[in-house]
């Protein structure tokens, strides 16, 4: 299995960005995937999930703010990050929690958000 992760870079605090996630290996479609970040100093933690059915899960700290998508044709999986704040700044990782009792991590994606 690997996940790659990309469309990561330096925004202005207020600016956008979408993450991209390519997964192979994996039958993407019937999988839970989604994004986790972890910030200098900080442990890692749960920004989306997405279900095989579309159903979403946002942390507190990204609700309203950031969307999470899917495209199963392509084996993609997306972050779209609006209003984007200096406390987003993290390295961005996709994860599949469970694909035959085992848990995947791409290798991330730095995002820097300027004040």
């Known amino acids: 299995v690997q996940l790659q992760a990309s469309g990561g870079g330096l925004v202005q605090a207020g600016g956008s960005l979408r993450l991209n996630c390519r997964a192979s290996?994996?039958?993407?479609?019937?999988?839970?995937i989604g994004w986790y970040r972890q910030a200098p100093g900080k442990q890692r933690e749960l920004v989306a999930m997405?279900?095989?059915?579309?159903?979403?899960n946002y942390s507190d700290s990204v609700k309203g703010r950031f969307t999470i998508s899917r495209d199963n044709t392509k084996n993609m999986l997306y972050l779209q990050m609006n209003s984007l704040k200096p406390e987003d700044t993290a390295v961005y990782y996709c994860?599949?929690?469970?694909?035959?009792?085992?848990?995947?991590w791409g290798q991330g994606t730095l995002v820097t958000v300027s004040s």
């Open positions: 994860h599949v929690p469970n694909f035959r009792g085992t848990s995947f």
């Open positions: 997405i279900s095989s059915g579309h159903t979403t």
């Open positions: 290996g994996i039958k993407f479609n019937i999988n839970t």
